[in-house]
């Protein structure tokens, strides 16, 4: 006798159940922590601004707000699926209200031309690390270097937020210098460019915090270009 190969509709039910708690969550974010920040541009020339942000303590998700003009987006980048989501953030009292505008859809780039750069990463004392990134193995001529301030926290967030593509590894090779039964975060970046500009960036106040964002589950795609995020 063949056997039977249906499957059951009880089980049926239970599968689409997962599926769709499933697809739920993955179009879902939460934040527990908002990030004040103060960045300074040294050289070539001087600049001062405050940027927030929105961080989740334990998926490392991040929700960055930007305003020009007087109007502020916030942008949640999707790294497993290439995807930027967009929003206009209205501001009612003292509610912000997060409108979903759009989506943008990037193409995975396996060039990197940082590539062969070594990083290393050395300890100057218990608060302070010096990160550079040389060009080659030849440790002569440094693509960036950077010196990182931690500071002792309830919560990590070793984020190193610079213009390089290999900031995750210079995470990872910092996290190893520190105490694993410690949380810490970065508390200020001394960052130096190869191209001569210099930054000092620093987080001035971390606040607890309780937000749900929900991506839409049909997304409107749209070319990517920072001008539009502002119409």
Do not use: C
Request: hydrophobic share 35%; no cysteine; net charge positive.
């Amino acid at each position: 006798m063949e056997e039977d190969k249906t499957i059951p509709m009880k089980k049926l039910l239970l599968l689409f159940l997962i599926l769709s708690f499933a697809n739920a969550f993955s179009q879902e974010y939460h934040f527990d922590q908002i990030i004040k920040s103060k960045s300074s541009r040294i050289k070539p020339d001087k600049n001062e601004w405050i940027s927030y942000s929105f961080y989740d303590s334990v998926t490392k998700s991040k929700m960055f707000l930007n305003t020009k003009n007087e109007k502020t987006i916030a942008t949640i980048y999707q790294s497993d699926r290439n995807l930027r989501h967009v929003f206009d953030v209205i501001k009612t009292g003292s509610k912000l209200n997060f409108i979903y505008k759009f989506s943008n859809q990037f193409t995975e780039n396996n060039k990197d031309t940082n590539k062969e750069n070594i990083i290393k990463v050395e300890k100057i004392d218990s608060s302070n690390y010096k990160i550079t990134a040389f060009s080659n193995s030849r440790l002569k001529k440094k693509k960036i270097v950077l010196v990182v301030t931690m500071e002792k926290s309830d919560f990590n967030y070793v984020e190193i937020n610079a213009d390089y593509s290999r900031t995750d590894e210079m995470e990872e090779q910092l996290k190893q210098l520190l105490d694993p039964q410690m949380k810490y975060i970065v508390k200020r970046e001394q960052i130096q460019y190869s191209s001569g500009y210099v930054f000092d960036d620093s987080l001035v106040e971390i606040k607890k915090m309780d937000l749900d964002i929900k991506i839409p589950e049909k997304i409107i795609l749209k070319e990517y270009n920072y001008w539009s995020d502002f119409d």
